[in-house]
């Protein structure tokens, strides 16, 4: 077993990416609350993107440090943590370049959300998600991106306004690779695994 392995698995170093990603969570939901306060109720699950998928990433922890396999959580988290860190980088990096404007807050937002796409992968040698929870979780996502862009629920980026299409189908084509990336690192692995054995 690597290094790498040893700490990722250590309890104590779990344990504490536990607790950064509920004070994340919680910070997430935060930032979202003026949003929140005027979405209708209906809509109240698809908004929060970012911090959603540091939720599921809660409870795969949580399953980890219980020595428990949380398999929808395990899908659901390794989908939206790389889709929504990735998407927040690049939603930063596109309004610096709009704009000229880059602060202090978009730099947190830029390492914080690298970082959300990074610990999701760090993790998928110990995922058992089957394909019934991968479809579940893709289709979680797609179905988000029908909220966001069609009933107009995204995050909002006021000085991107000029460029939802373009970023609508930036997001959807990044929902595919997401859910093409959690398919190829963990279950198509997983079957050419079976087959050589």
């Known amino acids: 077993m690597d290094y790498l392995s040893i700490v990722l698995k250590d309890r104590r170093f779990l344990f504490l990416l536990l607790i950064i990603n509920i004070l994340g969570t919680v910070y997430g939901y935060y930032w979202y609350g003026n949003q929140l306060a005027h979405t209708p109720a209906i809509f109240l699950p698809f908004v929060p993107d970012s911090p959603t998928a540091s939720l599921f990433f809660v409870f795969v922890l ?6 428990r396999s949380f398999k929808l959580f395990e899908a659901l988290a390794l989908i939206t943590l790389f889709k929504y860190g990735v998407w927040a980088v690049v939603m930063n990096l596109l309004t610096y370049g709009v704009t000229g404007f880059f602060n202090g807050a978009m730099l947190m937002l830029v390492l914080s959300h690298s970082g959300m796409a990074l610990q999701g992968l760090l993790y998928v040698k110990e995922y058992r998600f089957k394909m019934i929870h991968l479809v579940i979780a893709g289709i979680w996502t797609l ?6 862009y069609v009933f107009g629920m995204m995050p909002t980026y006021s000085m991107l306004n000029n460029y939802m299409k373009e970023i609508g189908y930036f ?3 990044l929902s595919i690779i997401s859910i093409l990336l959690a398919y ?3 279950l198509h692995k997983d079957a050419s695994h079976t087959k050589k054995v």
């Open 171 to 173: 997001t959807f084509w």
């Open 143 to 148: 179905h988000n991106e029908i909220i966001d």
């Open 184 to 186: 190829f690192l963990v």
């Open 62 to 67: 949580v399953g980890f440090l219980l020595n």
